[in-house]
């Protein structure tokens, strides 16, 4: 969106759209943003968007934590080997380290809270954001995916899903810091040693120092891909709806049951859709076609407290996801794989990737087993978001009725009031 001029009455925004990035603020649980700081200092800050900041403490992990030699330590600790783990640390490390840390956590957790109570502010606002910016270098926009497909790419490449985002900056910088870690930590040849069933060979060449910080860079980089997408999609569902209000809601549009009486042309088509750029495509193109825009009635629905849902999906309005659970467990039963593999015979691969399995398994066991106190019904269908009626003369009917299903609307019925009776 453009920036605000400083005379401008509107104080806070929900989202800021530019070339390079969607900044937006969202309700979010401070527990789960400070938990994924407690993994990796930097990464509760950067879910908030509060990116320099987040890079910045990243940054500082990976440095300071390679020159104290914090993850030998914790590793020749869990293992039990004591003495290896008070030979490695370095002191004058671990003195930057510490303060620096428990600051991550606990300024992730502030900022949470302050930026909800911001998010809540901004909404009673109820400024408008421009979903659509173009720069000298990149086009911007606000549209609808599916998480999963966000998920999916960060896990075949650490940083691909905030790209896939339009979240340039991020997405770049999760994308070469894995690269570099990765490479550090001869994780791609350990990996084919694996594979192969050499799992010495797979040991030996592993860099613990920088492999251990793997597991947490990985899975938040595919929660932060996946929730993004659902944020952004209940942005898109906010912006459209404010849109249809503006513009296709005129009070005095003739609605069908007025029609009755036998006064004008009395036909008309009545679809369903989903919040998407088809619904704005089909109702230009139908003005294009030379129906007035006070002919239009564009309605989005108001929803009623859904059911949360095991996976969230291109439709999903709150925001809330039943993974956060699991993906924290999941991050902290793949570091306890990876740390003990080195010393069972799979290696840490292998262990890690299973610690990973039982982590979300029993992450998404404990989520569902406290949702069915408060809700055991099952949704089967998901329900219309976005009624359109159109007014238009007889001869238009086919056209309008073939450019609604052009358009992927859900459902499509022609209506002819004059003679009481449905046009199918």
């Known amino acids: 969106m453009d920036r605000p001029e400083p005379n401008s009455d509107v104080r ?19 527990y789960v943003i400070a938990c994924w700081s407690l993994f990796f200092p930097g990464a509760g800050h950067i879910l908030l968007c509060k990116y320099f900041r987040g890079y910045l403490l990243f940054v500082w992990e990976i440095y300071v934590n390679l020159h104290a030699h914090i993850n030998l330590a914790i590793l020749y600790s869990l293992t039990g080997r004591f003495q290896m783990a008070k030979d490695v640390i370095d002191i004058k490390w671990v003195l930057f ?12 957790y502030r ?17 408008e954001v421009k979903m659509f910016n173009i720069g000298l270098f990149e086009i911007n926009y606000g549209d609808k995916r599916v998480p999963w497909h966000s998920a999916m790419w960060s896990a075949l490449m650490p940083g691909l899903g905030d790209i896939l985002n339009s979240r340039l900056p991020a997405g770049v910088f999760v994308v070469i810091t894995f690269i570099v870690i990765g490479t550090q930590s001869n994780l791609l040849s350990a990996i084919h040693y694996t594979f192969l069933g050499q799992f010495d060979s797979a040991k030996s060449i592993i860099n613990p120092q920088w492999f251990l910080n793997i597991p947490s860079i990985y899975l938040y980089a595919i929660n932060s891909a996946y929730m993004k997408t659902v944020y952004f999609n209940k942005l898109f569902d906010w912006e459209q709806s404010k849109f249809l209000k503006k513009n296709y809601e005129h009070k005095n549009y003739k609605m069908p049951v007025g029609a009755m009486d036998g006064s004008g042309e009395g036909m008309y088509i009545v679809s369903t859709f989903d919040h998407s750029n088809y619904l704005e495509l089909a109702i230009t193109a139908i003005q294009m076609k030379g129906i007035a825009k006070e002919n239009i009635l564009g309605v989005s629905m108001d929803k009623r407290g859904e059911d949360v849902q095991m996976f969230d999906t291109i439709h999903s309005a709150d925001g809330l996801s039943m993974l956060d659970l699991p993906i924290l467990l999941a991050t902290l039963f793949c570091l306890v794989g990876s740390i003990y593999g080195f010393i069972l015979t799979w290696g840490p691969i292998i262990w890690g990737v299973i610690g990973m399995i039982a ?7 404990i989520k569902l087993i ?55």
């Open 12 to 30: 806070r925004y929900t989202a800021y759209i530019n070339p390079f990035g969607i900044t937006q603020i969202h309700l979010k649980n401070p």
């Open 97 to 108: 380290y510490i303060p620096t840390y428990f600051f991550a956590i606990w300024d992730s």
């Open 111 to 127: 900022s949470t809270i302050e930026l909800n109570n911001q998010y809540i502010l901004a909404s009673r606002e109820d400024a």
């Open 359 to 365: 982590g979300f398994s029993l992450g998404l066991a």
């Open 370 to 424: 406290t949702i069915r106190k408060y809700d055991n019904r099952q949704k089967k269908t998901k329900a219309t978001e976005v009624v359109l009626i159109i007014e238009c003369k007889e001869n238009q009917l086919e056209m309008v009725h073939d450019l609604l299903w052009k358009h992927h609307a859900l459902g499509v019925r022609k209506l002819s009031l004059n003679n009481n009776e449905q046009l199918n």
